[in-house]
C-alpha cells in the first residue's frame, strides 16, 4: 500500500508524489491512500502567545481539504484525516494498512523537519520507504543554472540567471482513476474521513468581514474560479503591475496566494496558465509582472533552503547586531492600530478583521515595528504567521528579515510612512474603511 502524506501540497494535479503513487499501485496491483494531520501543535500558542495558526486560515485549510476530498474521490483515493501528530498516526497506519512507501513533499524548515524525523524513527518505520517531491517551486532545483547553496545574495541577480536559462516544467496531469475496490478504506469504521470543526480545533467560529479584499474559499475549485476572473473574464492580469501596489478591493492584485501557499494550486499551473492567456489574448509588462513575482516567491524559498534555521534568528542571514526592543506596550499598538500613523493602523486592523493585508502593506507595518520602533521582528513575523490567510514559511520570514534589514536588501531600506500613505491612499479611502 502507496501512502500520500499531504501537507502543503493540497491538490490532485502537478503532484509529482500522487501521480507515482497511483501509477506504482496500479502496476503492482497495490493501493493508494492518503492522508492529512490536523497537528495540534499547529493550533498550540507560540513562545509570543499567538496562535500558530487562527481562525481565518484554519477556516480556509478546512475548506481546501473538503474540496482535495473531492478531487480525490474522483480517482477513487480516499483521504484520511486526523486531527492528531503524524508520528502518532503514520506508524499506526504504516502497521494497519501493510504501507510500504510514502511520497510526500519536501519540506526543509526546521519544525517540519523535527516532526517527519519523529514520524520515521518511530516503531515499525525502518522498512517504509520515502519518496520526495519538488513541486512546490516554479523553476525546479535541478532546472536552476546553480545549486541551491550557490544562490546569489540578490533578487535581481537570481531573477538575471533564471531568465537566462529558463525551464518550467510542464504540470503532472492528475491520475487516472484507481480501481474502484480502492475506494474501500473511505467506507471503513477504522478509518476516519471527517473533518474537524473549528471549535474542535480550538477556534473560535466567525462570520466573514463584509469589508475583505479576500472574500474567497479554501481549495483548487476556488482557485480556479478566481483565475478565470483576474485573467479571462475581467482581463486584470493586463493591468496588473500598474494595480498590484493597490489597497482595496478585491481586483488590485491576483490574490492567488492563500492557494499557492496551502499547494491548493501550484505555480506551474499559474504559470502556464499565463502563457495560455498571453498567446490567446494579451501579452504585455503587466502579464509578466505575475511571473515576476512567483520568482520571488522561490526566491524566498531557496533562500530558506539555502540558509536553512538562520532565517529565524534576529540577526537573520546578514547576521546583523541591531539594537532591538521588545516593549509589550509598542506590540499592543502596533496590533490594535493605536500607532501614530493611520495608515500603519487601518492596515493593521485589516490583518486583525480578516486575515488578509496587500504587500505595500505589509512592507509599511513591517518597517514600522522593525525599523522605526526597533522591535523584535520576529515577534511581528510571528503575529502574521498566526493570522495571515497566506502564510508561507519561507515568503513570510524572507520578506519581514528583508524588511528589518537583516535579509536579501543590499540598501538600508527604511518606508517613509507618512509619503507612502499620500502615495497609495491619496483620498484617505483606505484608512476611511479600515479606521
Ligand atoms: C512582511 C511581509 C510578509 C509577507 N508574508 C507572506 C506570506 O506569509 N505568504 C506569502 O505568500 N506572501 C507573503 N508576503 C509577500 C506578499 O505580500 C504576498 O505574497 C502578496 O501580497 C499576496 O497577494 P497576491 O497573491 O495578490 O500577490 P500578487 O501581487 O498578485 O503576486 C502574485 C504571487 O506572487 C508571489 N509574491 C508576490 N510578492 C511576493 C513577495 N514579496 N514575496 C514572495 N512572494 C511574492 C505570491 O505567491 C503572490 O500570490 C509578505 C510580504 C511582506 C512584506
Same mark, same amino acid.
Given at each position: 500500500?502507496?501512502?500520500?502524506w499531504?501537507?502543503?501540497?493540497?491538490r490532485?494535479s502537478?503532484h509529482q508524489?500522487?501521480?507515482?503513487a497511483?501509477?506504482n499501485?496500479?502496476?503492482?496491483?497495490?493501493?493508494?491512500?492518503?492522508?492529512?494531520?490536523?497537528?495540534?501543535?499547529?493550533?498550540d500558542r507560540d513562545?509570543?502567545?499567538f496562535?500558530r495558526?487562527?481562525?481565518?486560515?484554519?477556516?480556509?485549510?478546512?475548506?481546501?481539504?473538503?474540496?482535495?476530498?473531492?478531487?480525490?474521490?474522483?480517482?477513487?483515493?480516499p483521504?484520511?484525516v486526523?486531527?492528531?501528530?503524524?508520528?502518532?498516526?503514520i506508524?499506526?497506519?504504516?502497521s494497519?494498512?501493510?504501507?510500504s512507501?510514502?511520497?510526500?513533499?519536501?519540506?526543509?524548515?526546521?519544525d517540519?523537519?523535527l516532526?517527519?524525523?519523529?514520524v520515521?524513527?518511530?516503531?515499525?518505520?525502518?522498512?517504509?520507504?520515502?519518496?520526495?517531491?519538488?513541486?512546490?517551486f516554479?523553476l525546479?532545483?535541478?532546472?536552476l543554472?546553480f545549486?541551491?547553496?550557490e544562490?546569489p545574495?540578490?533578487?535581481?541577480?537570481?531573477?538575471?540567471?533564471c531568465?537566462q536559462?529558463w525551464?518550467?516544467r510542464?504540470?503532472v496531469?492528475?491520475?487516472?482513476?484507481m480501481h474502484?475496490?480502492?475506494?474501500?478504506?473511505?467506507?471503513?469504521?477504522d478509518f476516519s474521513?471527517?473533518l474537524?470543526?473549528?471549535?474542535?480545533?480550538g477556534l473560535?467560529?466567525?462570520?466573514?468581514?463584509?469589508?475583505?479584499?479576500?472574500?474567497?474559499?479554501?481549495?483548487?475549485?476556488?482557485?480556479?474560479?478566481?483565475?478565470q476572473?483576474y485573467f479571462?473574464?475581467t482581463e486584470?492580469?493586463?493591468?496588473y503591475?500598474?494595480?498590484?501596489?493597490?489597497?482595496l478591493g478585491?481586483?488590485?492584485?491576483?490574490?492567488?496566494s492563500?492557494?499557492? /501557499?496551502?499547494g491548493? &494550486? #501550484?505555480? *506551474?499551473?499559474?504559470?502556464?496558465?499565463?502563457q495560455? =492567456?498571453e +498567446?490567446?489574448?494579451?501579452?504585455?509588462?503587466?502579464?509578466y509582472?505575475?511571473?515576476?513575482?512567483?520568482?520571488?516567491?522561490?526566491?524566498?524559498?531557496?533562500?530558506?533552503?539555502?540558509?536553512?534555521?538562520q532565517?529565524?534568528?534576529l540577526?537573520?542571514i546578514?547576521e546583523k547586531d541591531?539594537?532591538?526592543q521588545?516593549?509589550?506596550?509598542e506590540l499592543?499598538?502596533?496590533?490594535?492600530g493605536?500607532t501614530e500613523?493611520?495608515f500603519?493602523?487601518?492596515?493593521?486592523?485589516?490583518?486583525? /478583521?480578516?486575515?488578509w &493585508? #496587500?504587500? *505595500?502593506?505589509r512592507?509599511n507595518?513591517?518597517?514600522? =515595528?522593525a +525599523?522605526?520602533?526597533?522591535?523584535?521582528?520576529?515577534i511581528?513575523?510571528?503575529y502574521?504567521?498566526?493570522l495571515l490567510?497566506?502564510?508561507d514559511?519561507h515568503?513570510?520570514?524572507?520578506n519581514?528579515?528583508?524588511?528589518?534589514?537583516?535579509?536579501?536588501?543590499?540598501?538600508?531600506?527604511?518606508f517613509?510612512?507618512?509619503?507612502?500613505?499620500?502615495?497609495?491612499?491619496?483620498?484617505?479611502r483606505?484608512?476611511?474603511?479600515w479606521?
Open positions: 500500500m502507496n501512502l500520500v499531504f501537507r502543503n501540497d493540497l490532485s502537478d508524489g500522487l501521480a507515482e497511483c501509477d499501485a496500479q502496476r503492482r496491483s497495490g493501493k493508494v491512500v492518503g492522508l492529512y494531520c490536523f497537528d495540534p501543535r499547529h493550533f513562545r509570543y502567545g496562535r495558526t487562527e481562525k481565518y486560515r484554519a477556516q480556509f485549510l478546512l475548506e481546501t481539504l473538503e474540496d482535495l476530498q473531492r478531487q480525490l474521490a474522483v480517482i477513487n483515493v483521504l484520511l486526523y486531527h492528531d501528530h503524524p508520528e502518532v498516526v506508524p499506526d497506519l504504516v494497519s494498512l501493510a504501507i512507501d510514502i511520497y510526500l513533499q519536501r519540506e526543509w524548515t526546521r517540519e523537519r516532526v517527519q524525523n519523529a520515521m524513527s518511530a516503531e515499525g518505520m525502518a522498512q517504509v520507504k520515502l519518496h520526495e517531491s519538488d513541486d512546490q516554479l525546479h532545483p535541478d532546472d543554472p545549486t541551491p547553496q544562490l545574495r540578490v533578487f535581481t541577480a537570481f531573477r538575471n540567471a531568465e536559462q525551464s518550467v510542464a504540470p496531469p492528475r491520475p487516472t482513476p474502484a475496490e480502492n475506494w474501500a478504506l473511505a467506507t471503513s469504521p474521513m471527517s474537524p470543526s473549528l471549535e474542535q480545533l473560535e467560529s466567525f462570520t466573514a468581514d463584509p469589508r475583505s479584499a479576500f472574500p474567497f474559499n479554501g481549495g483548487g475549485a476556488a482557485a480556479q474560479r478566481r483565475i476572473h479571462w473574464e486584470n492580469l493586463t493591468r503591475k500598474q494595480t498590484r501596489d493597490g489597497l478585491i481586483d488590485y492584485s491576483s490574490k492567488l492563500p492557494w499557492l /501557499a496551502n491548493s &494550486m #501550484s505555480p *506551474r499551473q499559474v504559470y502556464w496558465q499565463i495560455e =492567456f +498567446r490567446d489574448v494579451k501579452a504585455n509588462e503587466d502579464t509582472w505575475l511571473v515576476f513575482e512567483l520568482l520571488w516567491r522561490d526566491f524566498f524559498k531557496y533562500v530558506s533552503l539555502k540558509h536553512g534555521d532565517i529565524f534568528r540577526g537573520g546578514l541591531y539594537e532591538w521588545r516593549d509589550p506596550r499592543e499598538l502596533w496590533i490594535n493605536e500613523y493611520d500603519v493602523n487601518a492596515n493593521m486592523r485589516e490583518i486583525a /478583521a480578516t486575515g &493585508m #496587500s504587500n *505595500r502593506g512592507q507595518v513591517a518597517s514600522y =515595528f +525599523r522605526e520602533r526597533q522591535q523584535d521582528w520576529r511581528g513575523a510571528a502574521f504567521e498566526s490567510l497566506d502564510y514559511v515568503s513570510n520570514y524572507g519581514w528579515m528583508y524588511n528589518s534589514g537583516v535579509g536579501n536588501d543590499p540598501r538600508d531600506r527604511r517613509d510612512i507618512e509619503r507612502q500613505a499620500n502615495l497609495y491612499d491619496a483620498d484617505k483606505y484608512r476611511q474603511l479606521l
